[in-house]
C-alpha cells in the first residue's frame, strides 16, 4: 500500500475519500433504519419537540399535507425543520394549541388512509 501511496497519491487519496464517504452514509442509513424499524416509533403521541417531518415519518403520512391541514409554516419559510413550540413562539400560542392543531389534522389523515 504504501508503494502504491508513493506511485499514485491522489488515486489513493481519492478512494480513501471514497470509502469514508461511503461509510458515513451507510452507518447514517443502517441507525435511520433500526430507529424507524422499532415500532415504539411508529404513531407516537405529538409533543412540542417534534417537526412535522418527525411527525410524518413516525405516522406514515405525508408531512406537507399535515402543514396544510394544520395551517402550520413550511420548513422553507425559516429555511430549518421547525419543532412545533418554535412554531407556537412564533404565533403567540401555546404549544398545546399548535399540538391540538396537529392532531386534529392527525385524525383528518387517518381517516382518509386506506384501510389495511
Given at each position: 500500500?504504501?508503494?502504491?501511496?508513493?506511485?499514485?497519491?491522489?488515486?489513493?487519496?481519492?478512494?480513501?475519500?471514497?470509502?469514508?464517504?461511503?461509510?458515513?452514509?451507510?452507518?447514517?442509513?443502517?441507525?435511520?433504519?433500526?430507529?424507524?424499524?422499532?415500532?415504539?416509533?411508529?404513531?407516537?403521541?405529538?409533543?412540542?419537540?417534534?417537526?412535522?417531518?418527525?411527525?410524518?415519518?413516525?405516522?406514515?403520512?405525508?408531512?406537507?399535507?399535515?402543514?396544510?391541514?394544520?395551517?402550520?409554516?413550511?420548513?422553507?419559510?425559516?429555511?430549518h425543520p421547525?419543532?412545533?413550540?418554535?412554531?407556537?413562539?412564533?404565533r403567540g400560542?401555546?404549544?398545546?394549541?399548535?399540538?391540538?392543531?396537529?392532531?386534529?389534522?392527525?385524525?383528518?389523515?387517518?381517516?382518509?388512509?386506506?384501510?389495511?
Amino acid at each position: 500500500m504504501l508503494t502504491l501511496w508513493r506511485q499514485r497519491p491522489y488515486l489513493v487519496s481519492a478512494f480513501l475519500l471514497a470509502c469514508a464517504v461511503t461509510l458515513f452514509f451507510g452507518a447514517r442509513f443502517v441507525t435511520k433504519a433500526v430507529y424507524w424499524a422499532d415500532p415504539a416509533h411508529h404513531n407516537q403521541a405529538v409533543q412540542g419537540w417534534m417537526t412535522v417531518g418527525y411527525i410524518g415519518k413516525s405516522w406514515n403520512i405525508d408531512p406537507r399535507r399535515l402543514d396544510e391541514l394544520a395551517k402550520l409554516p413550511l420548513p422553507e419559510e425559516k429555511g430549518h425543520p421547525q419543532p412545533l413550540v418554535e412554531i407556537a413562539r412564533d404565533r403567540g400560542v401555546s404549544v398545546e394549541t399548535v399540538i391540538a392543531e396537529v392532531e386534529a389534522a392527525l385524525a383528518i389523515l387517518q381517516s382518509e388512509k386506506p384501510q389495511e
